[in-house]
């Protein structure tokens, strides 16, 4: 079945510093959906790409999906504390468009 | 507007016994679904209801794991039986409908139920 892989698993920086996330599916996407997670949180979500090569950017955060959309990445510049969570990447398998796979996630922490 | 609710926030069951966690949508939207989240890990899909079909539920790990969403809006996920590896968070989350063209909607979850199985 389709897996979506995400690196690295954690990355600690102090604030300030910029944190990028890479995302890889075994699969093609349709789209590819970005959700971050706070500790103790649920999953709120950030952005959806759908175009091949798609730029998107929010504030300090920049999204990225590949040419051949099996591949996304989220970069985020000079990082806060405000920043701490988990980013998961997702994207639609198994045939449909509702159904996601969720990657493993990026905890990020951020040191003040 | 209020957004996904889920009740209980926890709950702590002894194996064996049969769990109930209630989740109610955002108003009006058609889409549901519910995830497993398992510690360290994303949310893996569970099931998918539109309106109140389900249209899919091959991510339920087990005939012991049924879901319900009689009239559309309010959905129980119910655990019989509970075993220890059943202890994870789970998630629902909704969204309004579903989009063509290649796009999804966003998904909307809520807090989430933390079981603990002992």
């Known amino acids: 079945g389709q897996q979506v892989m995400q690196i690295p698993q954690y990355q600690h920086v102090q604030e300030g510093e910029d944190f990028t996330t890479y995302c890889n599916s075994s699969t093609t996407l349709s789209n590819i959906q970005w959700y971050k997670q706070r500790p103790g949180g649920h999953p709120v979500f950030l952005i959806q790409?759908?175009?091949?090569?798609e730029v998107k950017k929010q504030k300090r955060l920049t999204f990225q999906f590949g040419e051949a959309k099996k591949n996304s990445s989220l970069h985020i510049t000079a990082t806060q504390t405000t920043d701490v969570g988990t980013y998961f990447c997702a994207g639609p398998g198994g045939g449909s468009n509702y159904k996601l796979t969720f990657g493993k996630g990026t905890l990020l922490t951020v040191n003040p | 507007g209020a957004g996904v609710s889920q009740s209980p926030r926890y709950k702590v069951a002894k194996r064996g016994q049969d769990v109930a966690l209630r989740c109610d949508p955002i108003?009006?939207?058609?889409?549901l679904f519910w995830y497993q989240q398992a510690l360290g890990q994303g949310p893996e899909f569970l099931t998918y209801f539109q309106n109140e079909a389900q249209l899919d539920k091959s991510g339920l790990p087990s005939d012991r794991f049924f879901a319900e969403r009689p009239e559309g809006s309010v959905s129980t996920l119910k655990i019989q039986r509970t075993q220890q590896e059943d202890s994870a968070v789970y998630l629902c989350a909704s969204s309004p409908g579903l989009l063509a063209g290649g796009a999804a909607e966003t998904q909307y979850f809520g807090p989430g139920t933390r079981l603990l199985v002992l």
């Open positions: 108003s009006g939207h058609v889409s």
């Open positions: 790409l759908v175009k091949s090569g």
